[in-house]
């Protein structure tokens, strides 16, 4: 039933009264209620705006002033504050002054990061600013209670402390603890915000135990012993006042501070021995970056306990998470009393070297901005090789990272160093040597890579290197070696471009593999001379420890052929002394190194030797012979050659020689026997030095037939029987021989016969008194004969033949003394050999058994 | 060559004296190249 | 010039072999050293001739030991006889 209009029209007439009531009523709910209606619209924008969820209890709200009793924010209440009290300008929208009796922040570090629950992206994003937006000037804020909670896997950080930022002045003060003062942290701020302000003070002092969970939140390694202090002291520097105090009025964090630490006994996993460490400088941290312009650390022990460490540099830091990164410059200085690397000890190593390092992408990236150097007094390679002489190692300057470290090494990317190591000799002594050895190193390349097991795998790499020695006298030029250790073990390659030797031995070549396992080296080599197309190879081991080792020899037959392959070929020294050599030769068996030396039971294999050695013409020359030591040369005692012919003016056949060469230079001839014009010849024991100007040999001849001797002097027509004995001395120059009046006689009676038919033409028509007194020769008996003999080194040879006898038909038989003087040269009749020469069985045994 | 002979008195045994030189001709013609190497190198020889 | 000066002096004496040598052991070095050259040098015109002439070296050299001594060493210079002694001229 519709109502009556005029009820209608009156309730119509009095709906805007209704209207207006109720707004004022829900003003006055609003303006009685307004501290719930804000709390909630706060809580809506925060929820909103930022996720966060959050509980706010506003006491009072007016115009002007908020009195806020409880606010709590994050899931899990990760801060809440109480008592807050907030004064505003309405209408300029700014808060002058915030005050808050307790805040109370609970963190959470879960090994990684630092975190704030929901609260973190709201967090990042206000952070985030920094080009110091708003320029409203900041408003005074007062906190008089902070109590931080900070939970971290290693126990939980409990801090208090109380801010005030009034005016442009912010003091602080805070301390930070853990259970059982495992890490005390105090803060004491006191600064203005103008950035016309006087000098700002304020003090950080952090102390921290072995076992704080600071280390691992600061991004540092955690110790297992040892505490760490460190303190910054808020400071601007000196000539700058202005670049001090905190600008957070323009947004941007402006801190300038001189800082300090020290660590004691400070013992990592890695590290063989604890640490002492400390070190100064100055930082300045804005916005995102930390400057260190200057920093200075000492250190002592950590990677050998007397390790002695220096660092001054600077550095720069980039705090921006994503885009973490720390860039040093440093000069480092480290000196230890002893440093091993494997086998090789080195002694007072002194690192001097000019880094740069880079820390970025969980990489730390080292490379040298100055030619650094690595200086050590001595070095030793087990106790038998030492360096004596200090060397330096010089480490290039490059724009190439020299030595990388991440953070989290794995086998795509681990610890890996390379660096171009500059020129440097070394000089190496060692017992078996008499005199050091040198070393000249130009360049080379050394590195070394870690990969997760640990274990450090070395590489060296020397190009065109020298080595240079003196006894034995040894150059190797051009020298290439590579080298890869890991642990113990080491595997080397070396390759000698050229090497002359002793006596002008080479130029040769060799190319070298060695493996070291601890202090045991095996080596195999081949050795080649190209000149001579000769190439001997040597495999043996070497131990570091005892110094004793054994190289086997193994020279394969080198065959001599005059105009072609000559000793000279295989050692220049030989060109003196050796010409138109025939024959073979072979060398085996062990060189034998120990504490006083080097020796050796070499067989040198000499097999149908002929030819030219020194002033004496040789044919058919065997010999086995042992060799003690391959430098100075020198050889067993009593060995034995067997020689077919051996011309000294006169031909000395089928001989056997017994003889010793010591140090290269003495040849000992002991009493040896040899033919000669079917008679016999003993040679004197005599000691011949090499190179002398002369010296002289005595040969004592028995009963040689005098037939054979007119034989020899190619007088033709006349013969003689009888045996001559005497003595025939030799003087030996290095190029010529002569021999000096030999005297031999006949034994006995005998006879002589010339028979004129076969007088050379000379003779044949040379005048009457040379037929007489050759027909005196046609039948002459004799009971006295003696022979001169001189020969020159030209090879003028004058035979003297003295006679006293008779003819019986020459004046009937009447005594006659006949001197007859023969001049001329002998030597082509001595080229001819003996028919069917047998090399003696003992020397054709020896010659068997040694090509075994 | 020029061999010399000399004989002496019968009271005592005949001395006979005979010298033979047993020439060849390459030898004197080294020996001329010999003497003039020396003598055109007198800082050699 | 050098050889004739060390002749003079007695220092240096010419052997049978053709080659000069230090008429007292150890010389001195400048006195070695003109040796090993001297040597070197009389070696390779020795090896020429002997090679033209078809002749062995040695009796080159001999030959040229005999020449120098007669002609080029003048009185009181050292020479060293068949017996290897050291003889002034």
Known sequence: MAEPAPERRKRRRRWPVFVILVLAALLAIGFFAREHLAAWAAAKVLAMRYGVSSRLDIDHLDSHQARIGAVALGGGDEVQASDINLQFEPIAMTVQRIEIGRIEIHARYDGHELTLGELDPMLRELTAGGDGAGQAPLPSIILHKIVLTLDTPLGTLTGDGMATIDQGVVYSQFALSEPYQRSAVRLDLNATLSDHSPQPKGKVTVDLTADSALWTLLGMPQPQAGKMQFNAQLKAPPGDPTASGIRLATGALFLAADWSFSGGDLAWPAQPAPMNIQGSGRAVLTERRLDIPTFSVKATGGWSPDLALQLQGSGLANLDPERYSVQTTLDMKAQTKSANLGAVQFKSPAFDLGLQIQYAGDQLQVRPSRDGTIKFAQAAIGPSIKLTKPATFTIRKTDQTVFTL???????????????????????????????????????????????????????????????????????????????????????????????????????????????DGNKLTASAKIGIPTAKASMTAKGGYDLGSGKGRFDLDLPEVTFVPGGLQPKDLAADLAHTTEDIAGTIAAKGPILIDKNGVTSQIALTLKNLSGKLGPIALRNLNSVVEIDKPWPLTTAADQIVSVELADVGLPLTNGLVRFKIDDGSTLSLAESHLEMMSGRVTLDPVILKLGAPAQQIHLKVDKISLGRLFELFAIAGLTGDGVLSGEIPVTLFPAGLAIDHAKLEAGGPGSLKYNQAQAPAAIANAGDSVKMALSALSDFHYDRLEVDLDRKATGDTELGLHISGRNPSFYNGYPVEFNLTVAGRLDEALRKGLAGYQVPDMIREKLKSSNQ | CNPTVKVEAPDKPIVINLNVKIEQEVRIKVDKDVESLVNNNPNLF | DALDDARAAGLIGERPDGYVDAVQPNPPGNIQQLISEINAQRRKVYQQLAGEKGVPVEEVAALAAEKTIAQRLKPGMFYMNSSGQWVQK
Not at chain 1, 430 to 443: E, G, S
Not at chain 1, 463 to 471: D, E, L, R
Not at chain 1, 488 to 507: E, F
């Open chain 1, 406 to 516: 991440p953070l989290h090494p794995n086998e795509e990317n681990p610890i890996a160093a390379s660096a171009e190591i500059g020129g440097t000799t070394l000089e190496l002594t060692t017992p078996a040597l008499a005199a050091p050895v040198q070393l000249a190193l130009p360049n080379g390349a050394i590195g070394f890579t870690v990969g997760p097991d640990g274990l450090p795998k070395y590489t060296l790499d020397l190009k065109n290197g020298t080595v240079t020695s003196t006894q034995p006298p040894l150059v190797a030029k051009n020298v290439t070696v590579s080298l890869k250790g890991q642990g113990g073990k080491l595997d080397l390659s070396l390759n000698a471009g050229t090497w002359t030797g002793p006596s002008g031995i080479g130029p040769g070549n060799l190319d070298g593999k060695a493996s070291l």
